[in-house]
């Protein structure tokens, strides 16, 4: 089959991850008689630098029409002045929106050669197999901001909101994982405080209870959820929760997987084409000297396969491919332990293609 993939490689580390996951894509295709067209488009600071705006209208189009999309990460300390009118961050968020994505799934498995790459004890990792469902469309990242002057002096404010639809849709999606995985699971909120979380609370109930009853569900505070997931991580199964809170949570979980360039995702929407990009960002400390690890953007390219294209097969190929590559030794300085060498992004994602 051909397949049109497009590529937003972004900035920093981006282009460098995204490549490596290019490379497996096209070994996957070489090896399954699959043909993956790759066209590349704008989004975030090289945008920003080339046409004046973080998504290019050329890069929505060509998002639209194409069966996935593979972003590497936005933004960068060029971009970062607080008073800036356009920002590269921006080009993610409307790309998210753009194209529907609400349900971002962020899945946290550690490989058993990695327990020692965590700064968490290894007993505590034991079994370790959680998915985050981060509703990725609503919420305070995308409410009114505004940024005034009054007599007192200066003053900002973010705007959360979440409608019902965005609610039962989001819990609808996790349930349905949960039910396909271990039957359990957590809704994170912080109901003791927020309306909008109280909200979540009373159409989730009536979700559970009324479509949902052959599951175990509970409700989990989300400063209880970051320290539990260090505490007891092998207890979750699936936990939903509002875009905020399942942005920073996944940073503290991908700390459970190793590193941060373990951890891949997959955005989707109502249809089956999905946006897929690793949880970190464009990491401008190491970007342009081959230290990042691809490993996340290669496992989101077996997301990819696995959701927008039908190709479980391929996608265990990769899975299977990354963790050859783990038990050969060939990983980054992030991961790297003992005696193991650093070896460049380069290094690692041949790797991985040459064992597809
Ligand atoms: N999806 C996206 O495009 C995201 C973009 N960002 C943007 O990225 C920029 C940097 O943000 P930070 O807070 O530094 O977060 P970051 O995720 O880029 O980096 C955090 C730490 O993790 C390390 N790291 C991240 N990815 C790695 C990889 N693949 N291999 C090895 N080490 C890795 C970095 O070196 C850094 O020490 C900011 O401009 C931020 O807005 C941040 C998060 C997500
Ligand atoms: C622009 C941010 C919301 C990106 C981010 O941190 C993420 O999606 O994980
Ligand atoms: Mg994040």
Partial sequence: MDYTITALPGDGIGPE??????????????????????????????????????????????????????????????WDDPNAKVRPEQGLLGIRKALGLYA????????????????????????????????????????????EQDAQGEWASDLCVYTQAEVERIVRLAAGLARQRHGHLTLVDKANVLETSRLWRSIATRIMREEFSDLQYDWMLVDACAMHLLRRPSDFDVIVTENMFGDILTDEASMLAGSMGMLPSASLGSGKMGLYEPIHGSAPDIAGQGKANPLATILSTALLLRYSLGLEQEARAVEAAVSAVLEAGIVTGDIARGEQRAHSTVEVGSAVASRI
């Avoid at 295709?29 to 699959?34: I, K, L, M, N, V």
């Avoid at 550690?110 to 700064?119: E, G, K, Q, R, T």
């Fill in 104 to 147: 971002n799934l962020r899945p946290v498995t550690l490989h058993p050669l990695l327990l020692d790459a965590s700064p968490l004890r290894p007993e505590r990792l034991v079994d370790v197999d959680l998915l985050v469902v981060r509703e990725l469309t609503g919420g305070i990242y995308f409410g009114e901001k505004r940024r």
């Fill in 17 to 78: 991850v995204v490549a490596e996951a290019i490379k497996v894509l096209h070994a996957v295709g070489a090896r399954y008689g699959h043909t993956f067209t790759i066209r590349e488009a704008l989004i975030g600071g090289i945008a920003i630098d080339q046409t004046g705006t973080a998504l290019p209208e050329a890069t929505v189009a060509a998002c639209q029409d194409c069966d996935a999309v593979l972003l590497g990460a936005v933004g960068g300390p060029k």
